[in-house]
């Protein structure tokens, strides 16, 4: 399936028979795209302020492209979750979402979430009151999907690692499902020579089979009114339109998308597809399809009570209730979702029942390193160390700190934005930066 890999010299550019048919005379305009450089892009957190300018893309209103490609490893702004590298094209989400207009307080589920493109768009478009579910079935790929999401620092999200199948014993429990299906990675020819050079006939149909099965499992455990948003980064019809039919014919209504003729997108009868003759961008597809039926109003759910660990509560906002993961972290949401986040842990694999916010270690609670990240935090409720770029980067190395008389936890920044945690030895701050997220790189 879809993999981000690049190794080897790269696979000549060969479009699919598919392709070819479908496209016509623009097939070779479309094989002269491919052998140009991708577009760099990036989408900010309006969160947490603008992080770097570029031409704006059209489609998406925090998204950027960027004239050159920078060093993002060694920009400490990148680790702090005031922006994401990511594809243009994918970006069209926000004008699916648009078109779902999900209430305020929506169960919202990213199905296939990793590494967190879709997730983190997801966080900044959906109202504050909403509740995200990140899932990723991949074990290999579930850290990075927590990594991201922790950075970019939206409250009430929770990460799961189920199947789809296991989505059957909750109901009709979403209001918006995400399904970025893993498929056979035709858009991505561009960049990345293994997916041209893994690509065949059987791939596509391999992949069409597996994107049934999640695409019904969604559909299951999606609410009456609710929107599925599917999407790939194939051009093939048996992975995308085809897929969307497959629901139309269940009752499922097709729902249009604002889109701007002059961006390039191609619309077709179930879905719209980019080309990266067409746009600056790389190959996707997206289609949004609403369940039949009205939303009922949602039962009052259990509000769990206040937190009971004062130095814990001291740390967030009042209303947030904490339930322990199986090491012992304590998890964040608000407690008017408290109810949700027990019935899906009865039900999924749930890897984070919230945002971590503290650890305990020698019988005293210290905050947990997503909580720098997260906008939840209370900001007065930590001293704080401001470092400058050099500083930032060996932090983010790991490296220790030095220091006159350092002592308790302090809040690392960088241009004011909360980086990870120091714990004061005297003349030196020790590094909390988490040991898998350090830069490698000089």
């Known amino acids: ?43 900010l957190n309006p969160a947490k302020g603008a992080a770097r300018t570029g031409r704006p893309i059209p489609w998406c209103a925090t998204g950027r492209y960027l004239d050159e490609r920078p060093v993002f490893t060694l920009d400490p ?34 199905l296939c979430s990793a590494p967190g493109g879709k997730g983190t768009h997801l966080a900044a478009l959906l109202d504050p ?18 990594e991201n999401l922790w950075k970019w620092g939206r409250p009430d999200v929770v990460v799961t690692g189920s199947v789809p199948q296991d989505l059957a ?41 597996q ?32 897929q969307v039919r497959h629901l139309l014919d269940q009752g499922g209504v097709f729902v249009p998308l604002p889109i701007d003729p002059a961006w390039g997108v191609v619309a077709t009868a179930a879905g719209y597809r980019c080309y990266p003759h067409r746009l600056e961008g790389e190959g996707f597809f997206i289609a949004v399809v609403r369940k039949p039926g009205e939303r009922s109003p949602r039962p009052a759910e259990r509000v769990a009570p206040a937190a009971t660990i004062p130095e814990v509560h001291a740390w967030l906002p009042p209303g947030t209730s904490l339930t322990p993961a199986a090491d012992g972290t304590l998890h964040a949401v608000a407690a008017r979702w408290a109810g949700s986040v027990d019935r899906l842990g009865a039900h999924l694999h749930v890897l984070s029942p919230g945002i971590p916010v503290a650890v305990q270690k020698g019988g005293a609670w210290r ?75 000089r």
Not at 172 to 201: H, N, T, Y
Not at 378 to 389: G, H
């Open 77 to 110: 702004l990148l680790h702090a979750g005031t922006y994401y590298v990511q594809e243009a094209s994918s970006m069209l989400l926000e004008q699916a979402v648009k078109a779902c207009a999900p209430p305020p307080d929506a169960r919202v589920l990213d």
């Open 169 to 209: 014993a909750l109901g009709p429990f979403f209001d918006l499902i995400v399904v970025d299906a893993p498929c056979s990675g035709e858009g991505m020819f561009r960049k990345d020579a293994f997916a041209r050079a893994q690509w065949s006939e059987r791939l596509v149909e391999r992949c069409a089979l």
């Open 1 to 43: 399936m879809r993999k981000r890999r690049n190794e080897g010299p790269p696979a000549p550019f060969v479009l699919p028979a598919d392709v070819r048919r479908l496209l016509g005379d623009e097939a070779d305009r479309l094989l002269d795209a491919l052998q140009r450089p991708s577009p760099t892009s990036i989408r």
């Open 367 to 441: 905050p947990h390193p997503a909580l720098a990240l997260s906008t939840m935090r209370i900001t007065e409720a930590f001293p704080k160390l401001d470092l400058d770029l050099k500083g930032a980067l060996r932090y983010l190395r790991g490296e220790a700190l030095e220091a006159d008389a350092a002592e308790g936890i302090t809040l690392v920044c960088h241009a004011g934005h909360g980086l990870g945690w120091a714990s004061g030895a005297g003349r030196r701050w020790n590094n909390g930066w988490p040991a898998p997220w350090r830069i490698r790189m």
């Open 129 to 146: 009151e909403a509740l995200l579910v990140c899932n990723e079935p991949v074990r290999a790929r579930q850290h990075a999907l927590q």
């Open 211 to 242: 994107q049934r099965g999640i695409v019904d499992a969604a559909w299951n455990a999606l609410a009456p009114g609710g929107c599925l948003i599917y999407s790939t980064c194939t051009w093939e019809e048996r992975e995308n339109e085809q």
